[in-house]
């Protein structure tokens, strides 16, 4: 069962241009999300964070949406750069109290590709 | 900018072999977290730990055990190594108290031949 999707595998955007970055979550009991970006062969890179009680945050060229009701957060990108190329996860994080509190439930991916 | 080392990187290894993986944290974090990745896949929770002496199996089923006797370190290992352990082993690490982000390590990309 899979509670955390990101249904696109890829998307290719112009450099300049705006990224959009989508993720639905299916477990009400999840309050706190993340966006990573990964490199290959690295290890995943924290890029922004929101809590259930706002529905924006904002980090330079990093924004992220969450809507509550539709359980669908996005992560946008302006400008977006040739460097920004690389897979990107959601995360999603929930208080559901004993040994679940902290754990993260990660999306499949999105592999970004911005062009010059 | 974190601080989370693994070694190593890469690791080509026999069917059979014994086999362990370091992860250590420089910042202080008393929770400490094992993930594997196969390719073009989600990451899935195999370890985590607490704090020491603290440790517990994740969401995804594996044949690999942990330690955690020093609150830095993080070992990972596998007694019998197969094919089927081949992927890639992030570990990560965050403090207890309220919503902090887990940082990861660079990982260890494993092929069990």
């Known amino acids: 069962d899979q509670q955390v999707k990101q249904n696109s595998p890829s998307l290719s955007v112009q450099e300049g241009r705006i990224s959009i970055l989508n993720c639905d979550y299916t477990?009400?009991?999840?309050?706190?999300f993340l966006w990573y970006k990964k490199y290959p062969a690295e290890g995943p890179t924290f890029l922004i964070s929101i809590s259930s009680i706002k529905d924006k945050n904002e980090d330079g060229r990093f924004t992220v949406f969450l809507n509550k009701s539709a359980k669908h957060l996005s992560l946008h990108i302006v400008p977006s750069q040739p460097g920004d190329s690389a897979v990107y996860f959601c995360a999603a994080s929930g208080n559901a109290g004993g040994t679940s509190y902290g754990k993260l439930t990660f999306g499949q991916g999105t592999i970004l590709t911005v062009h010059p | 900018e974190a601080d989370i080392y693994q070694t190593p990187r890469y690791l080509v290894i026999g069917t059979g072999k014994k086999i362990t993986l370091e992860c250590s944290q420089t910042?202080?974090?008393?929770?400490m977290y094992w993930y594997q990745q196969d390719p073009g896949m989600e990451l899935h929770l195999i370890h985590y730990?607490?704090?020491?002496?603290?440790?517990e199996k994740g969401d995804l089923s594996s044949e690999s055990t942990v330690s955690r006797i020093r609150t830095e370190h993080f070992p990972l290992t596998l007694e019998s190594a197969r094919p089927s352990h081949t992927s890639q082993y992030l570990c990560?690490?965050?403090?207890?108290?309220?919503?902090?982000?887990?940082?990861f390590g660079p990982g260890t990309r494993l092929l069990v031949l």
């Open positions: 910042m202080g974090h008393d929770k």
């Open positions: 730990s607490y704090g020491v002496n603290s440790t």
């Open positions: 990560a690490s965050s403090w207890t108290r309220g919503r902090e982000t887990q940082y």
């Open positions: 477990n009400s009991m999840f309050d706190y």
